[in-house]
């Protein structure tokens, strides 16, 4: 007998549907699965055996052939365990009376149990917009399915239940969640609160125009300045992401199995801090077969952190260089290519030469003019100009080291990065998947970025004086426009485009 049902796989961030073709006909016992799959879908064959005896049912003595099409697509994981037992279960007439089409997924335990599985939120995004009638999954994953509008989800916990469901002889209510309440949720305390960090009013202004607009920063300071408790700050005064946001970011780490037990919706920017000893694959991603999402991805719509940037090596940061411009990545493989979103703010902390203390006034330099230049090297100048903010973060003195903080609170920073977020969101309605200033568009700048006579003569001589790129200029503009929202003002004045001209570094300042 011959049946078929509908399963899913992820191929980069999106899912492709998959149709489980399952033939039992006579002849000497065999199971195989054909169809491009690979080593963990094959070893599904162990696992759906021994599923189907101990949930009570027969597995057939006969020749089984399990096809995954389309046949060119290359199937990984393990979700294809409970698709593929429940087809050898109708083709074998054990359970019969299948009227409805389904999205199955689930992997199988020894005992017939189903166990959860990673990518169920973009596969359930897929089945909202395809012909088809609900969504079975694992009962873990049955909240993160249900994020999704428009596609019932009906969670099973065993390969008896499921059968009994599609069978029409046990109902299954379709698993709600209340959206809203997972926003409400969003609450995240801070290692560092931008009032425990003394003195650095400078930098901690720049951290708030970053965390507004979603600019790239670079700190240069001499050791235990407050570099990177500058950056720990951070996340502090990022606001919670909106839905829409929310959904890209959980389904990135569905895909990648970070989702975090009862946290079915990621609603805070994620803040990634990887070691300067990473791996090429590590940042961009890669792996083997399917190419999975890298520190790049992860930090997607929230900030990637790199101290001590100039220790990275130099092939991992110029890399960097397109998802840095482009918003995503494209990542090429024998016989694959996926691409990922990649919209992050790039904060990186540095020492101005190897010594760490060139310009320091209590600690002379000990290095050369040339291992100053070496060091400084490391970082290019393509790198650095897709840099929005560049700060200077100075050795404290010893009247601000004895004195008590001072400094405003992270909730009273967040208020106001939240206001010009809200600006930002109003302005991007009608432009879809744009969020903050970092993404404005040519076009959208020439929209947004109007300057007056006087500011046009203000960045004259900016260009004059420091040698701005063309990159450099629109992104000197982007960040005034992001002063202008804190501001609260519809237009850019000479004040706002001054202080975006301040945060711009010479090709010597670096």
Same mark, same amino acid.
Do not use: W
């Given at each position: 007998?011959?049946?078929?049902?509908?399963? $899913?796989?992820?191929?980069?961030?999106?899912?492709?549907?998959?149709?489980?073709?399952?033939?039992?006909?006579?002849?000497?016992?065999?199971?195989?699965?054909?169809?491009?799959?690979?080593?963990?879908?094959?070893?599904?064959?162990?696992?759906?055996? !021994?599923?189907?005896?101990?949930?009570?049912?027969?597995?057939?003595?006969?020749?089984?052939?399990?096809?995954?099409?389309?046949?060119?697509?290359?199937?990984?994981?393990?979700?294809?365990?409970?698709?593929?037992?429940?087809?050898?279960?109708?083709?074998?007439? +054990?359970?019969?009376?299948?009227?409805?089409?389904?999205?199955?997924?689930?992997?199988?335990?020894?005992?017939?149990?189903?166990?959860?599985?990673?990518?169920?939120?973009? @596969?359930?995004?897929? $089945?909202?917009?395809?012909?088809?009638?609900? /969504? @079975?999954?694992?009962?873990?994953?049955?909240?993160?399915?249900?994020?999704?509008?428009?596609?019932?989800?009906?969670?099973?916990? $065993?390969?008896?239940?499921?059968?009994? =469901?599609?069978?029409?002889?046990?109902?299954?209510?379709?698993?709600?969640?209340?959206?809203?309440?997972?926003?409400?949720?969003?609450?995240?305390?801070?290692?560092?609160?931008?009032?425990?960090?003394?003195?650095?009013?400078?930098?901690?202004?720049?951290?708030?125009?970053?965390?507004?607009?979603?600019?790239?920063?670079?700190?240069?300071?001499?050791?235990?300045?407050?570099? !990177?408790?500058?950056?720990?700050?951070?996340?502090?005064?990022?606001?919670?992401?909106?839905?829409?946001?929310?959904?890209?970011?959980?389904?990135?780490?569905?895909?990648?199995?970070?989702?975090?037990?009862?946290?079915?919706?990621?609603?805070?920017?994620?803040?990634?801090?990887?070691?300067?000893?990473?791996?090429?694959?590590?940042?961009?991603?890669?792996?083997?077969?399917?190419?999975?999402?890298?520190?790049?991805?992860?930090?997607?719509?929230?900030?990637?952190?790199?101290?001590?940037?100039?220790? =990275?090596?130099?092939?991992?940061?110029?890399? /960097?260089? +397109?998802?840095?411009?482009?918003?995503? @990545?494209?990542?090429?493989?024998?016989?694959?290519?996926?691409?990922?979103?990649?919209?992050?703010?790039?904060?990186?902390?540095?020492?101005?030469?190897?010594?760490?203390?060139?310009?320091?006034?209590?600690?002379?330099?000990?290095?050369?003019?040339?291992?100053?230049?070496?060091?400084?090297?490391?970082?290019?100048?393509?790198?650095?100009?897709?840099?929005?903010?560049?700060?200077?973060?100075?050795?404290?003195?010893?009247?601000?080291?004895?004195?008590?903080?001072?400094?405003?609170?992270?909730?009273?920073? +967040?208020?106001?990065?939240?206001?010009?977020?809200?600006?930002?969101?109003?302005?991007?309605?009608?432009?879809?998947?744009?969020?903050?200033?970092? +993404?404005?568009?040519?076009?959208?700048?020439?929209?947004?970025?109007?300057?007056?006579?006087?500011?046009?003569?203000?960045?004259?001589?900016? @260009?004059?004086?420091?040698?701005?790129?063309?990159?450099?200029?629109?992104?000197?503009?982007?960040?005034?426009?992001?002063?202008?929202?804190?501001?609260?003002?519809?237009?850019?004045? !000479?004040?706002?485009?001054?202080?975006?001209?301040?945060?711009?570094?010479?090709?010597?300042? /670096?």
């Amino acid at each position: 007998m011959y049946a078929h049902l509908v399963s $899913s796989v992820v191929v980069g961030i999106d899912a492709r549907s998959v149709e489980i073709q399952c033939d039992v006909t006579g002849g000497l016992p065999a199971f195989q699965v054909v169809g491009l799959p690979e080593k963990e879908v094959s070893e599904s064959r162990e696992r759906v055996r !021994s599923a189907i005896k101990n949930s009570g049912f027969t597995f057939p003595a006969k020749r089984i052939t399990a096809n995954l099409a389309p046949a060119d697509l290359r199937k990984e994981g393990v979700g294809f365990d409970l698709p593929i037992a429940l087809a050898i279960l109708l083709a074998s007439e +054990q359970i019969v009376g299948m009227e409805r089409r389904y999205t199955i997924v689930g992997e199988l335990s020894l005992n017939g149990e189903v166990r959860h599985v990673p990518g169920v939120l973009p @596969i359930a995004m897929l $089945s909202a917009h395809s012909d088809c009638d609900g /969504l @079975i999954v694992p009962e873990q994953n049955a909240i993160e399915a249900a994020l999704v509008e428009g596609i019932p989800v009906y969670p099973v916990s $065993s390969l008896a239940q499921a059968a009994a =469901f599609i069978a029409g002889l046990l109902p299954i209510e379709p698993f709600v969640v209340d959206r809203e309440a997972l926003l409400k949720r969003a609450y995240r305390v801070a290692d560092v609160d931008l009032s425990d960090v003394k003195g650095q009013e400078m930098a901690k202004r720049a951290l708030e125009i970053s965390a507004a607009g979603g600019h790239n920063l670079m700190m240069s300071g001499p050791p235990g300045a407050g570099k !990177s408790m500058l950056a720990h700050a951070l996340p502090g005064i990022l606001p919670a992401l909106s839905f829409e946001e929310a959904l890209e970011v959980t389904r990135i780490y569905s895909i990648a199995g970070l989702l975090e037990p009862g946290t079915p919706l990621i609603t805070l920017p994620p803040f990634r801090a990887p070691h300067h000893t990473i791996s090429y694959a590590g940042m961009v991603g890669g792996g083997h077969g399917l190419p999975g999402p890298g520190e790049i991805t992860l930090a997607h719509h929230g900030v990637l952190f790199l101290d001590e940037t100039p220790e =990275f090596d130099r092939h991992v940061l110029e890399t /960097l260089r +397109q998802p840095l411009e482009d918003r995503s @990545i494209l990542l090429s493989r024998a016989g694959v290519s996926v691409r990922y979103p990649a919209s992050f703010a790039l904060v990186g902390a540095m020492n101005p030469c190897p010594c760490g203390h060139l310009g320091d006034h209590t600690h002379p330099c000990t290095c050369t003019l040339s291992e100053i230049k070496r060091y400084r090297k490391r970082l290019s100048g393509p790198f650095l100009d897709r840099v929005d903010l560049f700060v200077e973060v100075p050795r404290l003195t010893s009247e601000e080291l004895l004195a008590r903080p001072r400094g405003e609170r992270s909730s009273l920073v +967040q208020e106001r990065v939240k206001r010009a977020r809200r600006i930002q969101l109003d302005r991007f309605e009608s432009s879809s998947g744009r969020f903050t200033n970092a +993404q404005l568009s040519s076009k959208e700048i020439d929209r947004y970025c109007e300057l007056d006579r006087e500011g046009r003569n203000l960045i004259e001589l900016a @260009i004059a004086r420091l040698g701005l790129s063309a990159r450099a200029y629109t992104r000197t503009l982007k960040v005034a426009r992001t002063i202008a929202d804190l501001d609260d003002s519809p237009r850019i004045t !000479s004040a706002h485009l001054a202080e975006a001209i301040q945060y711009r570094a010479s090709d010597d300042a /670096l």
